[in-house]
């Protein structure tokens, strides 16, 4: 009975072993995003998802020089112009006020 337990835990053991080692490659595995995919959204999508980002940024209430670089980025391949980008970041709580401490 101990030896077929035995076998049972390293089973088990080497699936489990097996499984987070394949939840590691797949949440390491850089994943991108095709650019045809965000210049076919309207505009309006555009915006809500520059918002999301944004609203995303500053979910722990740190925002970094690094999450600001990611949000230029965004902006950038969504083509949001600037202006309309400093709108919507202005609805965000934190990120203006963060984004001008975080370039300092």
């Known amino acids: 009975m101990e030896e077929a337990a035995a076998r049972l835990t390293a089973a088990s053991e080497t699936r489990i ?3 987070a080692a ?3 490659t797949f949440i390491e595995t850089r994943t991108g995003l095709p650019e045809t995919y965000l210049t076919n959204l309207s505009p309006d999508a555009r915006r809500g998802v520059y918002r999301a ?3 995303m ?3 722990d209430h740190v925002f970094s020089v690094t999450e600001r670089a990611l949000l230029d980025r965004m902006r950038n391949l969504l083509g949001i112009p600037a202006e309309i980008a400093r709108e919507i970041e202005a609805e965000v709580p934190g990120v203006l006020d963060d ?3 975080a370039a300092k």
């Open 17 to 19: 072993s097996g499984d």
């Open 53 to 55: 980002a944004c609203r």
């Open 99 to 101: 984004a001008r401490g």
């Open 22 to 24: 394949a939840a590691r």
């Open 57 to 59: 940024a500053v979910v």
